[in-house]
DNA sequence: TACTTTTGTATCGCGAACGATATAAATAAC
DNA sequence: GTTATTTATATCGTTCGCGATACAAAAGTA
């Protein structure tokens, strides 16, 4: 057996256990508003810009169009959002919050706080967070590349 | 706009990210063979402990039972395991590996070296990476106590 | 022994993710 | 100005991931 094929040893899988389980304690806060947690992650970029394009959803938050579009189209079956033609551009879907939608920004403060309280560990310092973010984002700066480079 | 509801602030956006464009740099190298990420980590689970009951290897990668239960159905269909009936406990389906899933181990030798080379970037090295993955593995602990709490 | 509870898998339904493909609008090339 | 190419969404098919539920085998209890 060797050494790089041990569990142990993977940063992807320590990675995608983090990611699943973190938004699992997500799931009962965001789910007694009907929300999913990409959903939280749609009106996280819309609550920093309203009246967006797809496109630039789905490039902030590095996922693809096909599959923004759906997740989109439930949330404005929700009546979260609202998705309109652009002017400019008539190719373009601009996708604008609600009043609901708005709303639910207030309805949701307490979210980062009970997720914090769920996530806190001895790790998870005021010291230690800032270089974990540092190499996060050096890592998905890095696949970004990687992933550009052999399509 | 509150702080905390600032997507760059999101410690699980950030997990959600690298997670996802990690296993997207796995891809067409364990495509290349037929298989998936989460079948590759199956994979892994099998090449350290052969002969595992459906539960082990769910509670080995965090997963439910059903979501491993189709996976290893699937494996199955393409001759990498077999499923067989527990013979202390008849409610338990052994998953083995079959000769073509051993097989696989020496075809995908250099799959973690040409992930290494994607994700290499100056935030993990020696020094940084055994921190990052003290910090990772402290979170997933942490959630695991407080995801079993409230149920 | 009979009855209840727990445990191990499996099935169902829904919402992501994403590769492949389609379509219309915008842009570029000629 | 017509044709070719690119761009912005959308649709389709497959595989996760998981809550809810079903069911049989095992373990516990009366």
């Known amino acids: 057996m060797k050494e790089e094929f041990r569990l142990d040893n993977q940063l992807c899988f320590r ?10 304690a997500y799931n009962p806060l965001l789910s007694a508003h009907g929300l999913t947690y990409p959903q939280y992650l749609v009106l996280l970029v819309l609550w920093e810009n309203d009246a967006q394009p797809v496109n630039d959803i789905a490039k902030r938050l590095c996922l693809e169009t096909n599959t923004v579009t759906p997740l989109v189209q439930r949330m404005e079956k929700q009546g979260i959002v609202t998705r309109a033609k652009g002017t400019n551009d008539a190719r373009q879907i601009i996708v604008s919050l609600t009043d ?45 590349k990687s992933l550009k480079r052999d399509t």
Chains 1, 2 share one sequence.
């Open 15 to 24: 990675l995608y256990t983090a990611s699943r389980l973190l938004t699992q």
């Open 100 to 144: 609901k939608g708005q709303q639910l920004q207030t309805a949701l403060t307490d979210v980062p706080f009970a997720v914090g309280g769920a996530i806190a560990c001895k790790s998870l310092t005021p010291e230690t967070v800032p270089a974990l973010f540092q190499t996060l984002d050096d890592v998905i700066a890095q696949l970004k």
